[in-house]
């Protein structure tokens, strides 16, 4: 088994015209905005998407952080477009039982994160231990 | 097709997990002996596992494997008798498998 080494920087996701409502959430995918923080300082976000079961779907909202789920993994995966993110929502939950989160983390924490060009033969996706996540500045929305 | 693999979990001391996952379904991000460290990058497939029993004192136990996507787009030859893999928690590596058979 070959030895893993260094890893990619995450690249930016171009922007699609948005043709339906995943899209238009889609569109958000990998875009840069200024985050505020009160001392005046000012670190740009990176929005990620990721497909929940309702129960987490209203928990990390509701608490603003994400915790350990079902799969005993320390971490989360997610994608990079909501579109991506029904596509494995499909697969894990089945279809009609998950709901789509967009999560805007700090650039900084986005960049820290595990990041593969095509998973599953889906897309870009990225792998974040807890610790990594639940960072000030997380946002997550539905 | 069901594939038999024998699943080996890290210790702490090998920069694996603090325990073996507990219950009986795991998932998570695979890479092949096939590929490089490049190629995994580009182009990952994640794998599910059924775990039978308990880890033994080494944390080795048995499970049965497939592909999360569906096998007319996963590479199944990947999973042949005496393939290695090695499962991934984002950069971490926490198992090494080697598959034992294929069944149907």
Same mark, same amino acid.
């Given at each position: ?16 015209? @948005? ?12 875009? +840069? ?10 670190? !740009?976000?990176?929005?990620? /998407?990721? #497909? ?7 928990? +990390?909202?509701?608490?603003?952080? /994400? ?14 477009? #909501?579109? &991506?993110?029904?596509? $494995? ?21 986005? &960049?820290? =994160?595990?990041?593969? !060009? ?25 | ?10 210790? @702490? ?15 998570? +991000? ?8 490049? !190629? $995994?990058?580009?182009?990952? $497939? ?5 775990? !039978? ?33 090695? =499962? ?5 590596? +926490? ?8 069944? &149907?």
């Amino acid at each position: 088994m070959t030895q893993m080494s260094g890893m990619t920087a995450p690249a930016q996701q171009p922007l699609v015209p @948005p043709t339906n409502e995943a899209e238009q959430a889609g569109q958000y995918a990998g875009i +840069v905005l200024p985050l505020f923080f009160p001392a005046g300082e000012v670190e !740009e976000t990176v929005t990620l /998407f990721r #497909a929940v079961s309702r129960e987490e779907a209203a928990q +990390v909202p509701a608490e603003g952080a /994400f915790k350990a789920g079902e799969n005993p993994l320390g971490g989360k995966f997610f994608a990079e477009t #909501a579109q &991506d993110a029904a596509k $494995w929502g499909d697969m894990l939950q089945g279809s009609g039982n998950y709901e789509v989160l967009r999560v805007d983390l700090p650039k900084s924490a986005a &960049d820290s =994160l595990m990041r593969w !060009e095509r998973l599953d033969g889906i897309g870009a996706a990225r792998y974040g231990e807890l610790s990594q996540i639940n960072v000030p500045g997380l946002g997550v929305s539905k | 097709m069901s594939v038999l693999a024998k699943i080996r979990w890290l210790k @702490p001391d090998e920069g694996g997990r603090v325990e073996p996952p507990g219950g009986q379904r795991y998932s998570t +991000v695979a890479k092949f002996q096939s590929q490089t460290d490049e !190629e $995994w990058l580009k182009d990952a $497939w994640s794998l599910v596992l059924n775990l !039978e029993g308990t880890p033994d004192e080494n944390w080795t136990q048995t499970a049965l494997v497939r592909f999360l996507a569906d096998e007319a787009r996963a590479p199944v030859q990947w999973l042949q008798p005496h393939s290695r893999f090695a =499962l991934f928690e984002g950069r971490k590596k +926490v198992a090494e498998g080697t598959v034992l058979e294929i069944g &149907d």
